[in-house]
């Protein structure tokens, strides 16, 4: 009995062991040029297939950090930041060899930062950090004269934009020996790093020419300054009738104080005139403001014109539980739907959903038109539209091509239609009420906000083919944020 169970101990270490893995990367900074394409290099060590893990890299310490993410043999990019979208691919054909390395394309300033590659299989994960900086070159450097030095040099200034990183300026003579230089401005925005440098330099007789160079470790730019002899003479000349000028400066003083009055006048003069022209242009902007505010009320006319007529199409629609998630509860009117932190124990039949939160209305449609509409206030996420009859339920993206035709909420307000792909929309305020419209034989699905009689978006010229049902998600319940049910009201309140 004592060796039975030493050997089943053995066994399970042994086991436990051999999925384990340990995912490696570079442990210095990945330097690389905007426009470009870049590999970030993750490797499994022993070259273990990840083939059926999950890969997901993520820019850490951003709001919106999904990367990429490959999980069930296929990428899943659906909530992907917008900012990466068509730029980002794992190498398929390696991941058998261990290899989660991935490409980004086209290089921006923007994708300087840390990433990290995320390895899950089972219960075993690992991770690694990748730093990239993205070096671009900025604008031609362009040397002025900004003024005259009290001991006889001319003070330079070298300005350029549009640096990443931080590039180092340097001064040379026409021999390309370095200058001693004065002050470094720098300032940073989103085009990256603005640079001014200064310099003193004096008359060197034939060799007045002098470089300011920018270096990076991919580039290098320079530009060059000659200064005529006679600009220094210049100088020269202004120190020795300086004291001329002192004298002459008591007599312009005096003129000055006769002349200051009349200057005062035509000053309150000009500046009544100033007046004058911003009353007339405030008057104009008012107009304008005014026009466009009556243009957006005949916009919300019309759509409230609009409405009444779609909603002569409404139809009862009530919830089919036999399609609906096991942690959804719906009411026993079938009218509402919200998300509870229990899963039930339903049985796990071809209709019933069991990736995502989704349940389907009871009623179907396959001609003409219908118009239901479903109160949302007091929701962070929801997702409602129409869905074919022959749609895969056990987890799919949400885009016309695989059958369904939605708007949805995420993160309190951003509204997005999940075309393909999905457009972020515009609202002029927080939706309570979405009326939804469908034309069958013109291939139109249409959202409304009813309460603010604004439209929220079409789609169009599709083509329809069976039997379309209501789709609603009512968004995960974390927390109690997303507590609130959406509820199938009735177009006309008989109350």
């Known amino acids: 009995m004592f060796l039975y169970v030493t050997l089943l101990t053995l066994y399970n270490f042994m ?26 290099p ?41 900012s990466y979208r068509q730029r980002t691919s794992l190498f398929k054909e390696e991941l058998q060899k261990g290899n989660t390395s991935l490409k980004l394309s086209a290089l921006r300033v923007s994708d300087e930062g840390a990433y990290k590659c995320h390895v899950e299989h089972k219960s075993n994960s690992d991770d690694i950090i990748v730093n990239v900086i993205v070096e671009a070159q900025g604008s031609n450097p362009v040397i002025t004269m900004e003024s005259y030095d009290r001991s006889g040099g001319i003070n330079l200034v070298c300005e350029s934009r549009g640096w990443n990183p931080e590039p180092e300026v340097l001064w040379m003579n026409r021999d390309g020996d370095p200058l001693p230089a004065g002050d470094t401005q720098i300032h940073r925005d989103t085009e990256g790093f603005s640079v001014k440098h200064r310099i003193t330099v004096y008359d060197y007789s034939d060799s007045n020419k002098f470089y300011c160079r920018l270096l990076q470790k991919h580039h290098m730019m320079e530009t060059e300054v ?60 008012e107009a304008e403001m005014e026009k466009e505010r009556q243009y957006a009320e005949l916009q919300r006319q019309s759509v409230e014109c609009d409405l009444v007529k779609k909603k002569q199409y409404e139809v009862d629609v009530t919830l089919d539980p036999d399609t609906a998630h096991a942690n959804l509860i719906l009411s026993d009117d079938g009218k509402q739907v919200t998300h509870g932190y229990t899963e039930q124990d339903l049985p796990d039949t071809p209709q019933r959903f069991t990736k995502y939160v989704n349940v389907l ?31 895969y339920r056990k987890g799919i993206i949400l885009k016309p091509q695989n059958g369904f035709w939605t708007v949805k909420l995420r993160n309190e307000n951003e509204y997005w239609a999940r075309a393909d792909p999905a457009v972020l929309l515009t609202l002029i305020e927080k939706v309570e009420k979405v009326g939804v419209f469908v034309d069958y034989e013109e291939g139109l699905v249409s959202f409304y906000d009813v309460k603010a009689s604004f439209h929220i978006y079409s789609f169009t ?35």
């Not at 220094?232 to 002349?259: M, P, R």
């Open 461 to 495: 010229a599709q083509s329809f083919t069976g039997k379309l049902y209501p789709f609603f998600n009512p968004g995960l319940n974390e927390g109690g944020k997303n507590s609130a049910p959406l509820i199938i009201s009735p177009v006309f309140n008989t109350e």
């Open 42 to 82: 993750c490797f499994i060590k022993s070259n273990t297939s990840a083939v059926d893990m999950t890969v997901k890299w993520n820019k850490l310490y951003v709001k919106d950090s999904l990367v990429h993410l490959y999980r069930d043999h296929k990428d899943s990019n659906e909530d992907q930041a917008h």
């Open 15 to 40: 086991e436990s062991q051999s999925e384990s893995f340990m995912v490696v990367g570079p442990e210095a900074p990945l330097i690389a040029v905007a426009g470009e394409d870049l590999v970030l």
């Open 226 to 285: 000659i200064i005529n002899s006679k600009v220094f003479d210049a100088w020269k000349c202004i120190v020795g009738i300086s004291v001329s000028a002192c004298l002459l400066a008591v007599g312009l003083i005096v003129t000055a104080v006769i002349c200051h009055k009349k200057e005062m006048q035509k000053q309150y003069r000009e500046r009544q005139i100033q007046m004058l022209e911003a009353e007339r242009k405030i008057q104009r902007l």
């Open 361 to 391: 209305g009871k009623q179907s449609f396959s001609s003409g038109r219908f118009y239901y509409e479903v109160q949302v206030s007091g929701k962070t996420e929801w997702t409602l539209g129409v869905a074919r009859e022959n749609i």
